[in-house]
């Protein structure tokens, strides 16, 4: 198994509970508040998150967007059947796929000059700062297809129990295990077949 050279950034703010950021977002006159709260708790872990999805700190940042924007919209309907952090990266990782999926449908795809697109993007970020080990992984995971990469950055990067990740994606323990045991092997031969000189 390729080594983890990012830990996730600690889930926690002890004190800062869900409870409290969800009664200040529901509350007119502290919503604003609630939103800066829930953006230092979770803001970061859910850009990364998205980045490591869409690629580019541009795109990221657009998504980003468009997924508070849709919190913002819908705080009301959430229920707390899943932890508040489980349904922000349920919106986050929607928002990434269907952004994912847009950009597919509305280009048209030069295999040509044989290099991936979404390696393309990678390499074209000036944001993207990584070892040559982080960068072949990084290709690697790119490869994947995107509900795959998806699973796989959430319990590789973010070490999310696969409990949490079955919320996500409306799907079964096994499903997710089984999805994310293919793309490991993926990514392994990816690294082997483009190993350092």
């Known amino acids: 198994m390729v ?3 990012h830990k996730p950034v600690p889930t926690t703010c002890k004190r800062t509970s869900d409870e409290h950021i969800l009664s200040l977002l529901r509350a007119e006159h502290t919503v604003e508040e609630g939103f800066r709260l829930l953006l230092r708790t979770y803001g970061e ?3 990364w998150h998205i980045r490591r999805l869409v690629l580019t700190h541009e795109d990221a940042d657009d998504v980003l967007q468009n997924m508070l924007i849709k919190v913002y919209r819908n705080i009301e309907g959430f229920e707390g059947k899943s932890r508040l952090y489980t349904w922000l990266y349920r919106i ?4 990434a796929l269907s952004f994912l999926e847009n950009r597919r449908r509305q280009q048209t795809i030069s295999v040509e000059d044989g290099e991936n697109p979404r390696i393309q993007r990678l390499h074209s970020d000036p944001y993207f ?8 992984l990084y290709e690697a995971v790119a490869q994947l297809p995107d509900k795959q990469r998806a699973v796989f950055n959430l319990r590789y990067f973010e070490e999310m129990p696969y409990e949490e990740m079955s ?6 323990v096994g499903a997710l295990k089984a999805s994310f045991h293919h793309a490991v092997k993926k990514i392994e031969t990816y690294i082997r077949n483009h190993n350092m000189h």
């Open 45 to 47: 872990r859910l850009y």
């Open 167 to 172: 919320h996500i994606f409306d799907t079964s």
């Open 92 to 95: 986050a990782t929607n928002e």
């Open 3 to 5: 080594q983890n050279p």
């Open 129 to 136: 700062d990584a070892d040559e080990l982080q960068r072949r």
